[in-house]
């Protein structure tokens, strides 16, 4: 089993920067990949950005130029910086590890943290 633990939230007026972090723990065998994920009112959640271990990245369109995903593979972390933050931006994000397990397969096992809510507003 493996726990994800987030923090970084919060209120930011917009303009501002906010940076999310999610480490990971527990039974850590090889993360692959992680991402962080987002829920705003009465939307559906969506990808924000994603990363792997050799460390491409993709991104939605309405972040990309102004958040930067990035990992420290020795912390088992990653993180989120996010910049220019708009109203928009307002909701829930959620981390998400995706790790491979050697029990019974190897098999492809996907955590997800609490969430920690990102409110922008002046």
């Known amino acids: 089993q493996v726990q994800l633990v987030e923090s970084g939230g919060g209120l930011v007026q917009p303009g501002g920067s906010l940076r999310l972090s999610c480490a990971a723990s527990?039974?850590?065998?090889?993360?692959?990949?992680m991402g962080w994920y987002r829920q705003g009112p009465g939307k559906q959640r969506e990808l924000v950005a994603a990363?792997?271990?050799?460390?491409?990245?993709n991104y939605a369109d309405s972040v990309k130029g102004r958040f930067t995903i990035s990992r420290d593979n020795a912390k088992n972390t990653v993180y989120l910086q996010m910049n220019s933050l708009k109203p928009e931006d307002t909701a829930v994000y959620y981390c998400?590890?995706?790790?491979?397990?050697?029990?019974?397969?190897?098999?492809?096992?996907?955590?997800w943290g609490q969430g920690t809510q990102v409110t922008v507003s002046s």
């Open positions: 527990g039974r850590i065998f090889s993360i692959n990949a």
């Open positions: 998400k590890v995706r790790q491979v397990e050697p029990a019974n397969g190897p098999e492809i096992y996907d955590y």
């Open positions: 990363i792997t271990v050799g460390d491409s990245t």
